[in-house]
């Protein structure tokens, strides 16, 4: 059960999910509210925004960090899914982790043709993403970041290729059924990521996308735990001290592990839901 | 082949008069004479292009020539003899479209850059003439490459890229097209 992940910003983003390779130049200023809405796990109400604000600095035309404090809201009421969702929460703008981040840009996409970056990140959290209990979550996660510019800038293509590690400790609950299981060993976990889209200017600063990304996790005791695919589109705003991108992706196809009565089967719904909505709003300076 | 969608966001110069512009910081006349100088004459002659020409300029120059009509002006001196072209042009910044200017001389090399519009958020170094000079005696034989023909500008990548790119397009047009 890694951490849910909201991927540090390499600058202006027209994607929800897929990041783009430019980065900062020095001396400049980014800063991002990001919002990320998961709703629907098939049964029962579950609704979970993750928060985030995020701070990025050009330390170097080719170099970028950042760094952002997370927050949850959650509302889940009629499921329980053993060992992952312990219990009905309702809770908003909880505090839940803080993320690092490090970028390099090593090919420029408009001055070397193909655009190739690569991120690290270290992220530490003390909530459950999922299920809003107390966990201790230390995750690393390295990117490389693909873009193409297309037609002179008006046709963008975008691709991220991620892994992230994963150390967890859950807390005791008090309370709990006597069969019901919550394991507080740690666990380690390493996940996979790889994202793709394509990005069209219809109009001066207005650019619409499509996406789609494949997530999946593995963890010693099971093997591959879960995998999912999610892909919808965008909408960008870009201006030239803020932009805001807003993406729908609904899970197209998922598997690996399933919760006790599941009805759809072809997703996977025990830490990914049915929709994921993402808004973006950025100021630079 | 013609990008159908061009024409949704691109407006042919041809429909815009002089006066209409809304240069942000200079009006087709200004970059006229910032160009060419006070004493200089421009007759307006825009070029309308086939499909079969902007083929032949995006072979060419390596980048789509979008418009049918491109703006440009003959410019003669105080004694009536053609000295140069003056081009009005638009290419893609990183959100909006730059508008700029171009003098070419009759023997094809550049005689001036002029940024009539710039709204990015970064890059305004584009506008400072140390940047633009950059550009001067360019001509066709040169290599049209960022960071050996005219720096880069971080943060305006693109943008810079495209200007460099877009003067290499009115080179060729006048190249093919309007050399006598």
């Known amino acids: ?285 | 082949m013609r990008d159908p969608l061009a024409g949704l966001w691109f407006v042919p110069l041809s429909v815009i008069s002089v006066s209409a512009y809304c240069a942000d910081y200079l009006t087709v006349s200004q970059a006229q004479k910032a160009i060419f100088g006070e004493q200089a004459i421009f007759l307006e002659s825009p070029l309308e292009l086939s499909n079969d020409q902007r083929k032949a300029i995006k072979k060419a120059a390596g980048t789509r020539q979008r418009q049918q009509t491109q703006a440009a002006w003959q410019v003669m001196g105080a004694d009536g003899k053609l000295v140069g072209w003056f081009f009005v042009d638009d290419v893609i910044g990183k959100h909006e479209y730059i508008s700029y200017a171009l003098g070419v001389s009759v023997a094809g090399e550049i005689l001036g850059m002029e940024i009539m519009s710039y709204r990015e958020s970064h890059g305004d170094e584009v506008r400072e003439a140390s940047w633009r000079e950059k550009f001067v005696g360019k001509h066709l034989g040169d290599p049209f490459k960022l960071d050996e023909d005219v720096p880069n500008i971080s943060g305006a990548t693109l943008s810079c890229r495209n200007l460099l790119d877009g003067a290499k397009r009115l080179l060729v047009i006048y190249d093919l097209y309007l050399q006598q």
Not at chain 1, 120 to 140: C, M, N, R, V
């Open chain 1, 1 to 285: 059960m890694s951490a849910f992940s909201l991927p540090a910003m390499a600058g202006e983003s027209l994607f929800g999910f897929v990041k783009g390779a430019e980065t900062l130049p020095e001396g400049a200023g980014e800063l991002y509210q990001k919002v990320i809405s998961r709703s629907d796990k098939g049964t029962g109400e579950y609704e979970a925004i993750n928060w985030e604000t995020e701070l990025e600095y050009g330390i170097t035309d080719r170099f970028s960090m950042s760094g952002s404090f997370k927050m949850l809201s959650l509302d889940t009421s009629g499921l329980i899914i053993d060992g992952y969702l312990p219990k009905e929460e309702d809770f908003s703008f909880k505090p839940m982790g803080l993320e690092a981040a490090a970028t390099y840009m090593f090919l420029s996409p408009a001055k070397d043709n193909f655009g190739l970056s690569g991120q690290i990140s270290f992220d530490y959290s003390w909530l459950d993403t999922h299920s809003g209990q107390e966990k201790d979550t230390y995750s690393l996660e390295l990117d490389a970041i693909a873009q193409k510019f297309f037609l002179e800038g008006q046709l963008v293509w975008g691709a991220n290729f991620g892994v992230e590690t994963t150390y967890a400790d859950r807390k005791e609950i008090d309370g709990l059924p006597a069969d019901f299981d919550w394991p507080t060993d740690p666990e380690m976990e390493i996940e996979l990521k790889f994202g793709t889209g394509l990005s069209y200017r219809f109009a001066p600063n207005w650019f619409v996308s499509l996406e789609a990304y494949y997530e999946t996790e593995f963890e010693t005791e099971v093997g591959q735990e879960r995998w999912s695919v999610f892909a919808g589109p965008s909408l960008h705003y870009g201006a030239a001290k803020w932009w805001a991108t807003l993406s729908w992706l609904p899970q197209m196809k998922g598997g690996g592990e399933q919760y006790e009565g599941q009805e759809d089967t072809d997703l996977h719904l025990i830490e990914k839901t049915e929709e994921e909505l993402r808004l973006t709003v950025a100021l630079n300076f």
